[in-house]
Protein backbone atom coordinates (compact mmCIF):
# COMPACT_ATOMS: atom_id res chain seq x y z
CA UNK A 1 0.00 0.00 0.00
CA UNK A 2 0.96 3.26 -0.86
CA UNK A 3 1.99 5.89 1.73
CA UNK A 4 2.67 9.65 2.55
CA UNK A 5 4.38 11.76 5.15
CA UNK A 6 3.04 15.47 4.77
CA UNK A 7 5.10 17.53 6.45
CA UNK A 8 3.50 20.90 7.88
CA UNK A 9 4.26 24.42 9.54
CA UNK A 10 2.58 27.72 9.92
CA UNK A 11 5.71 29.38 9.82
CA UNK A 12 8.66 29.41 7.27
CA UNK A 13 12.16 28.60 7.81
CA UNK A 14 11.36 26.03 10.35
CA UNK A 15 13.36 23.19 8.89
CA UNK A 16 10.16 21.72 6.61
CA UNK A 17 12.28 20.98 3.35
CA UNK A 18 15.00 20.59 5.24
CA UNK A 19 13.80 17.59 7.34
CA UNK A 20 12.06 16.19 3.66
CA UNK A 21 15.27 15.46 1.76
CA UNK A 22 16.76 13.70 4.70
CA UNK A 23 13.54 11.39 4.73
CA UNK A 24 14.12 11.42 0.83
CA UNK A 25 18.04 10.51 0.91
CA UNK A 26 17.09 7.99 4.12
CA UNK A 27 14.88 6.47 1.69
CA UNK A 28 17.19 6.19 -0.95
CA UNK A 29 20.00 4.72 1.49
CA UNK A 30 17.64 1.77 2.87
CA UNK A 31 16.02 1.50 -1.41
CA UNK A 32 12.60 1.66 -0.83
CA UNK A 33 11.01 3.42 -4.00
CA UNK A 34 9.44 7.16 -3.33
CA UNK A 35 9.01 9.60 -4.69
CA UNK A 36 9.00 13.74 -3.77
CA UNK A 37 5.97 16.33 -3.60
CA UNK A 38 7.33 19.71 -4.06
CA UNK A 39 4.52 22.28 -3.08
CA UNK A 40 6.97 24.38 -1.71
CA UNK A 41 7.30 27.68 -4.00
CA UNK A 42 10.81 28.37 -4.39
CA UNK A 43 11.60 24.28 -5.09
CA UNK A 44 13.88 23.72 -2.21
CA UNK A 45 14.32 20.21 -2.37
CA UNK A 46 14.75 20.36 -6.18
CA UNK A 47 17.08 22.93 -5.73
CA UNK A 48 19.06 21.16 -2.47
CA UNK A 49 19.18 18.10 -4.48
CA UNK A 50 20.65 19.17 -7.67
CA UNK A 51 17.64 17.40 -9.62
CA UNK A 52 18.43 14.01 -8.50
CA UNK A 53 15.53 12.92 -6.85
CA UNK A 54 12.01 11.21 -8.37
CA UNK A 55 10.36 14.53 -7.54
CA UNK A 56 6.81 16.27 -9.11
CA UNK A 57 6.65 19.82 -8.79
CA UNK A 58 2.72 21.03 -7.78
CA UNK A 59 2.90 24.79 -8.32
CA UNK A 60 5.50 27.05 -10.37
CA UNK A 61 6.78 30.03 -8.56
CA UNK A 62 4.40 32.59 -10.77
CA UNK A 63 1.46 29.89 -9.46
CA UNK A 64 2.19 31.08 -6.13
CA UNK A 65 2.84 34.67 -7.41
CA UNK A 66 -0.48 35.21 -8.92
CA UNK A 67 -2.01 32.52 -6.76
CA UNK A 68 -2.87 29.98 -9.31
CA UNK A 69 -2.95 27.34 -7.11
CA UNK A 70 -5.54 24.89 -8.89
CA UNK A 71 -4.62 21.65 -9.06
CA UNK A 72 -3.98 19.67 -12.60
CA UNK A 73 -4.89 16.93 -11.65
CA UNK A 74 -4.09 14.70 -15.40
CA UNK A 75 -0.31 16.61 -15.33
CA UNK A 76 0.16 15.16 -11.45
CA UNK A 77 -1.10 11.74 -12.25
CA UNK A 78 0.63 11.13 -15.60
CA UNK A 79 3.91 12.54 -13.24
CA UNK A 80 2.89 10.31 -10.72
CA UNK A 81 2.69 7.39 -12.77
CA UNK A 82 6.15 7.98 -14.31
CA UNK A 83 7.75 6.07 -10.88
CA UNK A 84 7.55 3.28 -8.98
CA UNK A 85 7.47 4.44 -5.70
CA UNK A 86 5.04 3.31 -2.33
CA UNK A 87 5.94 6.68 -0.20
CA UNK A 88 5.74 9.81 -0.99
CA UNK A 89 7.68 12.92 1.03
CA UNK A 90 5.31 15.74 0.55
CA UNK A 91 6.62 19.64 1.80
CA UNK A 92 3.43 21.05 1.53
CA UNK A 93 3.56 24.97 1.84
CA UNK A 94 3.34 27.14 4.77
CA UNK A 95 -0.43 26.92 6.00
CA UNK A 96 -1.71 24.97 3.83
CA UNK A 97 -5.61 24.31 4.42
CA UNK A 98 -7.07 20.64 5.96
CA UNK A 99 -9.67 20.75 3.48
CA UNK A 100 -8.26 22.37 0.33
CA UNK A 101 -8.37 21.47 -3.16
CA UNK A 102 -4.73 20.14 -2.98
CA UNK A 103 -5.06 17.99 0.16
CA UNK A 104 -8.42 15.91 -1.90
CA UNK A 105 -6.16 15.60 -4.66
CA UNK A 106 -3.66 14.10 -2.46
CA UNK A 107 -5.82 11.98 -0.73
CA UNK A 108 -7.67 10.56 -3.08
CA UNK A 109 -3.95 8.76 -4.51
CA UNK A 110 -3.73 7.62 -0.86
CA UNK A 111 -5.32 8.53 1.83
CA UNK A 112 -2.84 6.58 4.24
CA UNK A 113 -0.87 10.11 5.79
CA UNK A 114 1.28 10.61 8.33
CA UNK A 115 1.19 14.78 9.06
CA UNK A 116 4.67 15.71 10.65
CA UNK A 117 4.14 19.42 11.81
CA UNK A 118 7.38 21.60 12.39
CA UNK A 119 7.59 24.45 14.31
CA UNK A 120 10.04 26.41 16.39
CA UNK A 121 9.62 27.64 20.58
CA UNK A 122 8.16 30.84 19.61
CA UNK A 123 5.19 29.11 17.52
CA UNK A 124 4.32 26.09 19.04
CA UNK A 125 0.79 27.05 20.46
CA UNK A 126 -0.02 28.29 17.03
CA UNK A 127 1.29 25.10 15.24
CA UNK A 128 -0.58 23.04 18.15
CA UNK A 129 -3.92 24.84 16.85
CA UNK A 130 -3.61 23.93 13.51
CA UNK A 131 -2.43 20.74 14.11
CA UNK A 132 -5.88 20.39 15.65
CA UNK A 133 -7.22 21.06 12.91
CA UNK A 134 -5.88 17.74 11.16
CA UNK A 135 -6.65 14.26 10.62
CA UNK A 136 -4.46 11.96 13.05
CA UNK A 137 -1.96 10.36 13.23
CA UNK A 138 0.16 13.49 13.61
CA UNK A 139 3.74 14.10 14.77
CA UNK A 140 4.75 17.49 16.50
CA UNK A 141 8.89 18.23 15.48
CA UNK A 142 10.16 21.37 18.00
CA UNK A 143 13.44 22.20 15.77
CA UNK A 144 15.92 24.57 17.30
CA UNK A 145 15.23 23.35 20.79
CA UNK A 146 18.32 23.60 23.47
CA UNK A 147 16.94 20.19 25.27
CA UNK A 148 15.19 17.87 22.55
CA UNK A 149 14.45 15.53 26.02
CA UNK A 150 12.95 18.48 27.77
CA UNK A 151 10.75 19.71 24.65
CA UNK A 152 9.64 15.82 24.61
CA UNK A 153 8.64 16.14 28.34
CA UNK A 154 7.19 19.77 28.05
CA UNK A 155 4.55 18.29 25.50
CA UNK A 156 3.95 14.83 26.44
CA UNK A 157 0.45 15.99 27.74
CA UNK A 158 -0.40 16.91 24.02
CA UNK A 159 0.24 13.10 23.18
CA UNK A 160 -1.71 11.39 26.42
CA UNK A 161 -3.41 13.75 27.51
CA UNK A 162 -5.15 15.71 24.90
CA UNK A 163 -4.51 13.00 22.00
CA UNK A 164 -3.12 15.67 19.45
CA UNK A 165 -0.11 13.85 18.51
CA UNK A 166 0.86 10.17 18.59
CA UNK A 167 4.71 11.49 19.46
CA UNK A 168 6.63 14.83 20.22
CA UNK A 169 10.20 15.43 19.58
CA UNK A 170 12.59 17.78 20.08
CA UNK A 171 15.78 18.81 17.85
CA UNK A 172 18.31 21.00 18.69
CA UNK A 173 20.14 23.34 16.70
CA UNK A 174 22.35 22.07 14.32
CA UNK A 175 25.73 23.81 11.89
CA UNK A 176 25.43 22.11 9.03
CA UNK A 177 23.24 20.01 6.82
CA UNK A 178 25.88 16.97 7.24
CA UNK A 179 26.04 17.32 10.30
CA UNK A 180 22.42 16.47 10.24
CA UNK A 181 22.51 14.17 7.79
CA UNK A 182 25.35 12.10 10.31
CA UNK A 183 23.46 12.74 13.52
CA UNK A 184 22.05 9.90 15.10
CA UNK A 185 18.56 11.74 16.82
CA UNK A 186 17.91 12.73 13.17
CA UNK A 187 18.10 9.23 12.09
CA UNK A 188 16.55 8.04 14.82
CA UNK A 189 13.45 9.98 14.18
CA UNK A 190 13.62 9.11 10.60
CA UNK A 191 13.12 5.71 11.49
CA UNK A 192 10.39 6.41 13.86
CA UNK A 193 8.62 8.53 11.63
CA UNK A 194 9.00 5.17 9.13
CA UNK A 195 7.75 2.63 11.30
CA UNK A 196 4.39 4.77 12.43
CA UNK A 197 3.59 5.66 9.17
CA UNK A 198 4.02 1.51 8.13
CA UNK A 199 1.70 0.72 11.40
CA UNK A 200 -1.18 3.15 10.36
Known sequence: MRRRIRLLSIKGGVGKSVLSLLIANYLKEIEVPFI????DPIETIRVLSSNTLPIIIYFSTNDFLYRRLKVNENKLKKQLEKYHWL?????????IDPNSEIIQF???????NLNV????KTTVPRTIEYASKWNSPRIL???FADDPKKIEEEFIDYVYGEGIFHKVYG????SSFSELENSSLIRKIIKDL?????QI
Request: charged share 15%; proline share 3%.
Open 36 to 39: VEEL
Open 141 to 143: IVN
Open 106 to 112: QDSITNV
Open 117 to 120: FLTD
Open 194 to 198: LDILI
Open 87 to 95: VTISDMFTG
Open 171 to 174: IPFY
